[in-house]
Every structure is written in structure tokens, then in C-alpha cells.
């Protein structure tokens, strides 16, 4: 059973430039969130999308949007980058109902440098 | 606004000795709390959480935690560290203010066994 898949696992972007970070999420999941960890710091909520809506939202610029698509898979898309932006980005997905309501099954993560 | 700390940026034990890595929470209603790891160029796994019930949760890989609601605490413990515990610990709890499962982690303590 395939977990959480994210691609690309590593790109280099340019200040100014935009990106599109990418999310499959567990079988069986129909939510998908998305967080920002810089190094050496814990994971920041940026969004949470379920039935292709953004739920709630983080503490984060209009530059950063999502996107859920009907199998559930879901697109992170940051525009008009910063080098402030250069951080691994984790999807993490989950089922609203049962035992594992509560518990995010994460993927390996998306490092982005923005140089 | 819920919070949580994780005071000791990193933990040294000996392997077999037990371990403890430490955890705070500010939260104004009942938490529900998580400790999640991290192993190099992945993302966070589960290893347990508290929602209610019995103070004592027992995780994967032989870890514990113990809920202490008198002094707002959520302390990682394993009896017998193993060197393979080596990896980066974040503490967690959910967001009261939204009707997801956003999460609020801490700043993560890097806890090394040596052998």
C-alpha cells in the first residue's frame, strides 16, 4: 500500500520565479494538507484542502495556493518566490473519520531552494 | 493561541539506558497531542497520540508518553534506547480553532544514542 507520494523530490528555482510542488495522498485519504518546514524548525501549517476546498488556511502570503483534484491528489503552487521560501514542503494526508481521524500520514517531502 | 515547547534542542543517552525527550502545551480546552519522528531526508512518521482516556500511551518502536494535565506535560520515553532511535522528535498539538486537524508542532529535539 502506497503511502504518501510527493514529486519533485528536489528543485532549484530563481527568485521571482513560481513553482508546483505535487501530492498524491494515501489510499483510502481524502484530505490533504500541506506544510512548510525551514531547517532546523518544525513544520508550519500553510493549508488544508478536502472535496477540492481549501478548509483553513496558515499564516501564509496569497503567493502560496493549492489546488484538489477529484482523486484527491492535490497541487501546491507558489508564485513570485523568495529565498525565504527555500524549505522542505511536506503533504500530508488523512481520512476525516475512524481511529486515524486524527493522525497525518506524511509524505518524504519536496525540498525547494530558491536562489 | 495553543502552543507547545520542546525545551531541549537536543538529547544525548547511551544506548540501552533509557530516554526521555520532553514536551509542554498551551492549549485552552483538551489537547490532542502527537509525537511525530523524523529520520534524515524523510518526512515525520507517527509514533503516538493522546485524545482522552488513559494517561500512559503506548506508540510504536516501544516509545511512551505520559499525559500530565497538573503540569501541562507530554513526555517522550522509551525504557531502552536503541542507536536506530537517532532522529529528530517533534511534539504536536491539533488547532482548536478550525474544524480540521491542522497541526502546531514544536521546534523539534534531536535526540542521539550513542552506542
Known amino acids: 500500500d502506497a503511502g504518501v507520494t510527493q514529486s519533485p523530490t528536489h528543485l532549484i528555482k530563481t527568485r521571482g520565479q513560481q513553482v508546483t510542488l505535487r501530492c498524491s495522498p494515501k489510499?483510502?485519504?481524502?484530505?490533504v494538507s500541506w506544510y512548510q518546514q525551514a531547517l532546523g524548525q518544525g513544520p508550519q501549517f500553510i493549508f488544508q484542502?478536502?472535496?477540492?476546498?481549501?478548509?483553513q488556511r496558515g499564516n501564509f502570503p496569497d503567493r502560496f495556493s493549492g489546488h484538489q483534484f477529484p482523486n484527491y491528489s492535490s497541487e501546491l503552487n507558489v508564485n513570485a518566490l523568495l529565498l525565504g521560501d527555500s524549505a522542505l514542503y511536506l503533504c500530508?494526508?488523512?481520512?476525516?473519520?475512524?481511529?486515524?481521524?486524527?493522525?497525518?500520514?506524511f509524505g518524504a517531502g519536496s525540498r525547494l531552494t530558491v536562489l | 493561541a495553543q502552543s507547545v515547547a520542546q525545551p531541549e534542542d537536543q538529547v544525548n543517552v547511551a544506548e540501552g539506558n533509557p530516554l526521555t525527550v520532553k514536551c509542554t502545551y498551551s492549549?485552552?480546552?483538551?489537547?490532542?497531542l502527537f509525537w511525530y519522528v523524523q529520520y534524515p531526508n524523510r518526512g515525520l512518521q507517527f509514533l503516538l497520540k493522546?485524545?482522552?482516556?488513559?494517561?500512559l500511551v503506548k506508540g510504536s518502536y516501544g516509545f511512551e508518553a505520559e499525559f500530565n494535565k497538573s503540569q501541562t506535560s507530554f513526555h517522550l520515553k522509551k525504557p531502552s534506547a536503541l542507536v536506530s532511535d537517532s532522529a529528530l522528535y517533534f511534539c504536536a498539538v491539533r488547532d482548536e480553532s478550525g474544524a480540521t486537524n491542522k497541526l502546531i508542532f514544536g521546534t523539534g529535539t534531536l535526540l542521539a544514542v550513542q552506542p
Open positions: 492549549v485552552s480546552g483538551n489537547p490532542y
Open positions: 489510499s483510502g485519504h481524502d484530505t
Open positions: 493522546y485524545i482522552t482516556g488513559d494517561n
Open positions: 484542502y478536502y472535496e477540492e476546498e481549501e478548509r
Open positions: 500530508a494526508s488523512s481520512h476525516p473519520g475512524g481511529s486515524g481521524a486524527n493522525v497525518l500520514t
